[in-house]
């Protein structure tokens, strides 16, 4: 399996229809665990925040809907970025 099929995560959209996703990157804040994904079939390449949490099945990706919440991801993504220059 070559790395591009490996960040690959397929989701459920509202109406059930399969959606891939690319895994981005992950990120950890106080404990939290966050994923960022990017929708493979969107132009616009907006990016969507989920938390990763655990289930006795495994992991679930969770939507992050609050601002703030969004925000503060948004601001760790960006310095992750900027330290990677």
Request: charged share 40%.
């Amino acid at each position: 399996m070559n790395e591009e099929n490996e960040n690959r995560i397929v989701l459920l959209d509202e109406e059930g229809n399969e959606v891939e996703f690319e895994l981005i990157v992950t990120i950890e804040k106080e404990g939290v665990e966050y994923a960022l994904l990017l929708n493979v079939e969107e132009e616009e390449g907006d990016m969507y925040a989920f938390r990763i949490d655990q289930d006795e099945e495994g992991d679930l990706l969770i939507p992050v809907e609050d601002e703030d919440e969004i925000i503060m991801i948004q601001e760790l993504y960006d310095q992750l970025a900027q330290d990677e220059e």
